[in-house]
């Protein structure tokens, strides 16, 4: 802090890191009326207010289990995976590809997988790559508690607002606010086939 308590040199420190959004192309896309990936890809209301905000108070690296790349530090990623899974399931639908320039340890790969998306990603450093393997054990059960604690946010949130609720979900017992968030539907990894450095997920969606 500079000079601490005294005038004129203390800075201001970093308190947060910024998230640019860009969008390619002037015209939103077009989805077929009622496409069913798109409606399946809905968030909760609850989950639209909290990530469409100027501010994230609440990501602060909490799902940090998976384990490490032999050699490597003991993480899952060098930032929250909570933030490309959030970023993914706001800007992307069933059937997209999601694609990581600086693929790095793999978060965003974790997180599309959690999210039931494809995804490609670019690194340089060959160590990282082949470390991924190492990654992905429980990564079958890891999917699975990401959507379980969704919809346990969910349903917290429903007990805990007085606000009401004129909608049950298709898929789960559960209300829902909005038309639009009744198909949602929740997956966890069921099973990956890996070929060198390419894998195949196949996805089933979780039950509740």
Known sequence: MGSGTLPPNAYVTLEHEHLLVLRNGDEPRDFPPHDPDRYAAAYFWEERNRWFSDVWSDVRGRRQSLPAAHGDRERSAAYPIEI????????????????????????????????????????????????????????????????????????????????????????????????????????RVRDIEREAKRYRTSHEPIEG
């Open 84 to 187: 490309p899974y959030r970023l993914i399931n706001m800007f992307s639908v069933r059937g997209d590809t999601v694609l990581d320039p600086f693929w790095g340890t793999g978060t965003t790969t974790l997180a599309a997988m959690a999210a039931a998306r494809a995804s490609v990603g670019y690194e340089l450093d060959a160590g990282l790559v082949d470390g991924f393997d190492d990654r992905l054990h429980g990564i079958e059960e890891f999917t699975a508690d990401v959507a379980r604690d969704r919809l346990e946010r969910h349903r917290e949130f429903v007990r805990d607002t007085e606000a009401s609720f004129d909608y049950d979900a298709t898929h789960y017992d559960t209300p829902v606010k909005t038309k639009r968030e009744r198909d949602i539907r929740l997956y």
